[in-house]
């Protein structure tokens, strides 16, 4: 099995709310990531986990908040997003985060900020 | 240091002919090279990689890509393009822990 789900496919909520992303994988693997992909760019890197770890965020604001319960589970807690917020956020994992790792991504979560 | 460059915003062949996109990349250390694909509205799909292994890598669907030291480059080209080819296309390297650095993606279209 070499899926990554995401749930919600769709996501719209107002710049007060708070919600979450949810990313899963059952491939053994102990590097997942969280992207930001704008429409017409290629992903940004948002943050890294290593062994259930934080191990790069690239500078991102605090109203984004990653957990890794376990292995196979990643979430991104959401809070007081703006509508610049708005894109597909992409969960992927890879074996481990060496770089030469073949990174395994899933179909995103569309999130729209009102 | 790396970076990566995808030298064309959009491709558009015929259905039938060559493909080529091409991408070149610089980095500080041995890097492994990416090509992966999106179509709309869904999550990217690894086509091939290089990992200093053989220089001709063949992927996924018809593509395959070579590797070129001396040119930094590693251009995807596939015989003959398919309707469903018609997707972005991202070239990627990695060659620090965790960090992969994405070119700025080629539209492929694909004329009936």
């Known amino acids: 099995d070499t899926e990554v789900t995401q749930t919600p496919k769709h996501l719209v909520m107002g710049m007060t709310n708070k919600k979450s992303l949810k990313c899963e994988q059952h491939m053994g693997h102990r590097a997942m990531y969280w992207y930001k992909q704008k429409a017409k760019k290629p992903p940004e890197l948002m943050f890294v986990?290593?062994?259930?770890?934080?191990?790069i965020n690239e500078s991102v604001p605090s109203r984004f908040s990653p957990e890794c319960p376990n292995s196979s589970l990643l979430n991104l807690h959401l809070h007081a997003l703006q509508p610049e917020d708005s894109a597909l956020y992409l969960c992927a994992s890879s074996q481990a985060d060496t770089g030469s790792d073949t990174q395994y991504f899933g179909p995103g979560t569309r999130l729209t900020v009102l | 240091a790396q970076s990566v460059t995808q030298l064309d915003s959009h491709v558009s062949v015929s259905e039938g002919t060559p493909v080529l996109l091409r991408c070149n990349y610089s980095s500080s250390y041995s890097p492994s090279l990416f090509w992966y694909v999106q179509h709309p509205n869904k999550g990217l799909q690894l086509l091939l990689k290089y990992t200093s292994a053989a220089t001709l890598v063949k992927g996924i669907n018809g593509f395959e890509a070579e590797f070129k030291k001396s040119e930094t480059s590693f251009h995807l080209t596939k015989p003959s393009a398919h309707m469903s080819d018609a997707a972005e296309y991202f070239c990627?390297?990695?060659?620090?822990?965790?960090?992969?650095?994405f070119g700025d993606g080629t539209t492929l279209t694909v004329k009936p």
């Open positions: 986990y290593s062994y259930e770890k934080l191990s």
């Open positions: 990627v390297v990695s060659a620090n822990a965790g960090k992969s650095t």
